[in-house]
Each structure stands twice: as structure tokens, then as C-alpha cells.
């Protein structure tokens, strides 16, 4: 699903909420400040989860590049390592966003 579709799809939501045509569903805005049981919503603990794998990716583009130019404090088993945490987190990364997208379009698929 496109972005754009996406993005119509949320508008047709907070129009239809905001309208009261769906009875017992929050506003959009009221969704989005919904905080966890730790104060924390689900969109700043999505961000904190890319932004860790991004700095794993990142440090193993790193150490790569240091063992590549030669930098006698980087083995080739510490970039092995650091390679193979980052395509894990990557893959985690990837399928968790698969699972999203098919909860969403399920969802969406939903007859009211």
C-alpha cells in the first residue's frame, strides 16, 4: 500500500471520527496521545527501535571501513560479528514491519 493511500485512508478516519459516524471510535488525535503503561507510546518505541538498528548498521559500516583501510585495532571477527548483528536486527526490523502492514490491511479489509 502506497503512502498516499495510506495517508487518504487516515484523513477518510479522522473524518469519519470526528464526524461521530462511528460510534465508540476515539479521534485520531486522542489515539495518538494514548501513552503505555510506561508513559511511553507505541510511535516513539517504533522510532527507538529503527534508531537502534540504524546505529547498528552504522557501526558496523564503521568497523568494516576501518578493518578495510587497515586499522590494526579492528579484527576481521569483530566485523563478522558486527555484520552479522546488523543483518539480524535488519531482518527483526523487516519483519516486524511486515506483521504491521498485514495487521493493517487486515484491518482495513474489515467490514463495519
Request: charge should be neutral; charged fraction near 20%.
Amino acid at each position: 500500500m502506497s503512502d498516499m493511500q495510506i495517508q487518504s485512508v487516515l484523513q477518510q478516519m479522522r473524518a469519519l471520527s470526528q464526524a461521530g459516524r462511528v460510534e465508540g471510535l476515539a479521534p485520531v488525535g486522542a489515539v495518538q496521545e494514548t501513552k503505555g503503561v510506561q508513559g511511553e507510546d507505541f510511535a516513539s518505541k517504533l522510532k527507538e527501535a529503527v534508531r537502534s538498528v540504524n546505529e547498528i548498521q552504522q557501526d558496523a559500516t564503521t568497523k568494516q571501513t576501518k578493518f578495510e583501510l587497515g586499522d590494526n585495532n579492528v579484527s576481521l571477527p569483530q566485523v563478522m560479528l558486527a555484520m552479522n548483528k546488523s543483518t539480524i536486527a535488519f531482518e527483526a526490523t523487516n519483519q516486524v514491519r511486515n506483521r504491521l502492514l498485514s495487521a493493517y490491511q487486515e484491518v482495513m479489509s474489515m467490514q463495519v
